[in-house]
């Protein structure tokens, strides 16, 4: 059983952000490498949360992490977005 990987400190400052994967486009392979940097999972675990966009891919960061993960998802090739947790009234 492989060791989990540390997620990159710059992706996960803390705070109110979340990145939602849309579509992980046509190099998934790169797509899971970002994923897997921004939260710390393995390969294999970072393909499977990739196969089931749209899925929330990170969530607790600031806005400057989450528009890091966005922009390194968006130039791996996917399709991802930085969005407020929903809060009920």
Not at 45 to 50: C, D, E, I, T, V
């Amino acid at each position: 059983m492989s060791k989990p990987r540390a997620a990159l400190p710059s992706l996960t400052e803390p705070g109110q952000c979340q990145v939602v994967l849309q579509v992980s486009g046509a190099s998934p392979v790169r797509v899971i490498t970002v994923i897997s940097e921004a939260t710390g999972l393995d390969f294999i675990s970072a393909s499977k949360l990739a196969q089931e966009a749209p899925v929330v891919v990170v969530s607790g960061i600031s806005a400057a992490s989450a528009e890091r993960v966005v922009e390194r998802l968006q130039g791996a090739g996917a399709r991802a977005v930085q969005t407020e947790p929903y809060q009920p009234p």
